[in-house]
């Protein structure tokens, strides 16, 4: 499945996130809202999507063939494996290097790790 989208792409995957199932005329509707796009952009860009395996249109009514949290946890495995050669510990790094992690982020995180440590998965 093809992870990449531009900026416009992962707007508009947001929005048929957001309301599906939504009807094509909806989705168009709300394109036009909140992107500024006319009927036709709305389709070419639906089509597009649908292609990637995204989304499906069937009689007219638009739903997710993935999740939106399983296509943000598939794009971050994507990065951690390219950008990080498959090191969680880098990519982690590589983030708080960046930001300060707030006391309840590194509780989160000692949390999630002892809880693997224990059950095996998180």
Not at 26 to 39: I, N
Not at 84 to 96: E, Q, R
Request: glycine letters at 6%; aromatic letters at 10%.
């Amino acid at each position: 499945m093809d992870l990449e989208l531009g900026d416009a792409q992962s707007a508009f995957a947001r929005i048929i996130w957001e309301h599906e199932p939504v009807s094509s005329g909806k989705l168009v509707e709300l394109a036009g809202e909140r992107l500024h796009w006319k009927k036709s952009t709305t389709y070419t860009v639906l089509r597009k999507l649908c292609d990637k395996g995204l989304f499906q249109n069937e009689g007219g009514v638009v739903t997710a063939r993935i999740s939106a949290d399983d296509f943000f946890t598939g794009k971050t495995w994507q990065i951690v494996d390219t950008a990080f050669h498959n090191s969680l510990p880098a990519f982690v790094a590589a983030y708080v290097s960046k930001r300060d992690l707030t006391p309840k982020e590194a509780e989160e995180i000692r949390a999630l790790i002892d809880r693997f440590r224990k059950e095996g998965s998180p």
